[in-house]
């Protein structure tokens, strides 16, 4: 009981903190039972977190099936990636913001999981007021290609509101409406219902999504309606059936194979936050600020050093371009920018042989805390 007092004190502290500042909260640091214990740069291993969905999503040779495919993927990645690092029992955590240089390699069967946080800072802009929480306006797009069909799928990202934070157990609530719009002529609309913005029958975590071709949006193909944390329902518009129900919470997670520890390179996500990890695990303010700050300061450092010798930090896995034309193509046929000036540009893969040939140890005589 005195552990969930303390918890609130410090909950209640620390909204009265956030709720004056007038900037982005992105780099505010949280109580340790606010923050999860997994930073931001493993958010794309939820993409492929059902690793029968990720492969199925270039299988079919209909591309309607195959936007239907995509789109599927997408609502099953959003539990894993709202409730990162936590179950949904502990509700809505706070990532650990990725530095530049960090990594996260994984495995899941035949596929390999490569991230890199490219760019210096966080690509998203994030509010807190009391009546409706925290707030995250995720900035950018991704994009995603099927080589067997040479086709490309560009996504666009919905707003993510922490809700319930004063009652001490926050949960996550997607808002707005996002699209996923390919080459191969066909778009999906995904509308996201939050239950205090419509009637009191809204569930939770609700949303109504429609695949069509891209000459006649008014005529739909499919329509997806359900809960993105529960289950949903695939409707098939020509025959006027429900062909599909899918159980987001029955259906199997793909173990992703992780190095240990200790086999890291100092540079890889795990390895780089262990002791802030630690210190939330234990609940350890002082050890969670202690060990965030050597590794923000070194940051700080490192970009300081760059900007005397005249230096861009090296990027390894993703290089920066100022321009996509298939990306801008897709984003502008949604009325949508590409927003480069946000994102410092456009970033895309080296591409397996160059990737291949990286080897650790990365970033040699440097690690995420400073000079080596």
């Known amino acids: 009981m005195a552990s969930t007092t303390t918890q609130l004190s410090q909950l209640k502290d620390f909204l009265a903190y956030i709720v004056t500042l007038k900037t982005d909260l992105s780099n505010v640091t949280a109580p340790p039972f606010v923050l999860a214990p997994k930073s931001a740069v493993e958010f794309p291993a ?32 959003l539990k894993t990636q709202t409730y990162v690092g936590t179950s949904e029992e502990d509700g809505a955590k706070k990532p650990l913001n990725a530095f530049l240089g960090e990594l996260f390699f994984g495995q899941l069967d035949e596929s390999q999981l490569i991230s890199e946080q490219a760019e210096g800072y966080v690509a998203q802009e994030t509010g807190f007021s009391p009546s409706s929480g925290v707030t995250v306006k995720q900035v950018g797009h991704a994009l995603i290609h099927l080589s067997r069909h040479d086709e490309h799928h560009l996504i666009t990202l919905p707003t993510l509101n922490v809700k319930s934070i004063l009652s001490g157990k926050p949960y996550p609530e997607l808002s707005g409406t996002c699209h996923i719009t390919s080459t191969n002529g066909f778009t999906s609309r995904i509308a996201f219902e939050g239950k205090k913005l419509f009637r009191a029958a809204t569930k939770k975590n609700s949303f109504h999504a429609e695949v069509f071709q891209n000459d006649k949006p008014d005529k739909s193909i499919y329509e997806v309606s359900g809960q993105w944390n529960g289950s949903f329902t695939v409707h098939d518009c020509a ?72 230096q861009v930090w090296p ?22 920018s590409l927003s480069t000036d946000r994102t410092d540009g456009v970033w895309k893969f080296v591409g397996l042989d160059k990737a291949d040939q990286l080897k650790p140890p990365y970033h040699d005589g440097l690690v995420p805390t400073g000079h080596a």
């Open 239 to 310: 025959s006027k059936n429900d062909i599909e129900t899918v159980d987001v919470n029955t259906l199997d997670l793909t173990t992703l194979k992780l190095a240990s520890i200790d086999q890291q390179d100092p540079w890889e996500s795990r390895r780089a936050w262990v002791k802030v990890v630690e210190g939330i695990q234990k609940r350890d303010i002082n050890l969670v600020s202690k060990e965030k700050n050597k590794i923000e300061e070194a940051q700080r450092a490192f970009r300081r050093e760059e900007q005397e010798k005249g």
């Open 315 to 336: 990027r390894l896995f993703f290089e920066r371009k100022e321009h996509d034309d298939v990306a801008s193509k897709l984003a502008s046929a949604l009325g949508e």
């Open 46 to 77: 939820s993409w492929c977190s059902h690793h029968s969905l990720f492969l199925a999503q270039g299988a079919s040779q209909d591309p309607a099936e195959r936007a239907l495919a995509v789109l599927k993927n997408f609502l099953c990645s």
